[in-house]
């Protein structure tokens, strides 16, 4: 068989295909196991009463242990100054106004080298960025948003009370430099 012979054409093309394909599955499984084993669950929504009189916090989070944990501290810290705090998913973020709250908390992973749809583009419609904080996680650890003062860590569960610690004390200066001074 001659290289021009249509017979030899068509098994390469076979085998090309046959490549084609199987670096196309390839992909798709690899694509269906990061999302399986790196998407964030949603997380559930639930409200804390606090005084009527005491700031407003809203809190977009992701469903995993890390963020859950770190959400559950969170919301011992803002119960002693009182506050009124909503914990909602960030996939939820379009319907927030801004200006319903004293301070927005974002828990959010960076997941393909990117932040969530509904984060970024919430954070790209904020008015002012210093009623926000920003916690981001990624595998490193070192991943944010380009313009966002915000914390990077890792999800790893011995450094929740850091990071409790670290958001809280955020909160707390977004909240005691509201105009009437300190919060309660």
Known sequence: MAAGDPATRAARWRRISLIVAAVVVAL????TWYKLHYSMEPAHTFE??????G???????????????V????????????????VIDVATLA???EADWDVIVILHTWEMHKPPPAVAAFIDRVADRRRLVVLTTSGGGDFRMPG???ISAASKMV?????????SR??????????GGPAP
């Open 28 to 31: 798709f499984g690899f694509v």
């Open 48 to 53: 804390v009463q606090g005084s009527p009189a």
């Open 55 to 69: 700031p407003r916090v809203l809190i977009a989070t992701q469903g995993s242990p890390f963020k859950d944990a």
């Open 71 to 86: 959400v559950a501290g969170l919301v011992e810290h803002l119960k002693a100054r009182a506050a009124r705090a909503q």
């Open 95 to 97: 319907n927030v106004h």
């Open 148 to 150: 966002v003062d915000a």
């Open 159 to 167: 450094d929740v009370p850091a990071r409790v610690l670290e958001v």
């Open 170 to 179: 955020r909160i707390d200066a977004v909240l005691d430099a509201r105009p």
